[in-house]
């Protein structure tokens, strides 16, 4: 599960990973370089099914992303949770994967909010294993409301899902990054790993309850 992904980027991805499938779901055209991005699922075997849930944003998903403010990021980007179903090893997987609606200094705001519960109610029900960049720290109120329909799967002992070294505004104790499972699923061995990127990466063994 990737987020902020290069729509030019995900042949290079797949040949350097060697997972072949892949679903994208375009949120924006970056304004510096002019290239599509978004979030994307990439797996070993074909999808079974794939599809996506907008919940927040103004934007098509072709729109020219405004950086300027949290206002104007919302106003252009579409914000998607890309959805898709694998069968693996006698596991029925549904994961997903968002990039969630930023704000400058990790504070709740109403868009937040607002995007939140409509994200819930997009994927609340079938069994769910939901992965993303929240852009909202564990502690906080959107986290909260997301930990109260999933379990929270990060170690309760890692303080941080921002690479301390790679992320522009490191080093900050920050718990963005979440690995939410519904009751259907158990989460062993969860790391995060440095030097991956401008965020941690997280990893995880993931098996079927009862």
Known sequence: CLQELAAG??????????????????????????RAFGVGILAQRPFIEADFITYAGDGDGTTLFDRTTPESKIATCRYAVARARLAIRGLDLRIATTHFPWTPDGGARDFQHHAVARLIAGLRGPPI??????????GGPIFAELARVWTDCIPGEA???????????????LM???LFLSPHYRADDVRLHTGVSDHQAITARLSAMG
């Not at 070294?165 to 900050?172: D, E, K, Y």
């Open 176 to 178: 963005v990054d979440g």
């Open 129 to 138: 294993v939901l992965t993303g960049d929240f852009n909202a720290p564990r």
């Open 159 to 173: 303080k941080t899902s921002l690479d301390p070294v790679l992320h522009r505004a490191a080093p900050l104790e």
């Open 9 to 34: 980027d995900i042949d290079q991805v797949r040949e350097a990973t060697g997972l072949g499938h892949v679903h994208f779901i375009q949120m924006a055209i970056h304004p510096q370089d002019g």
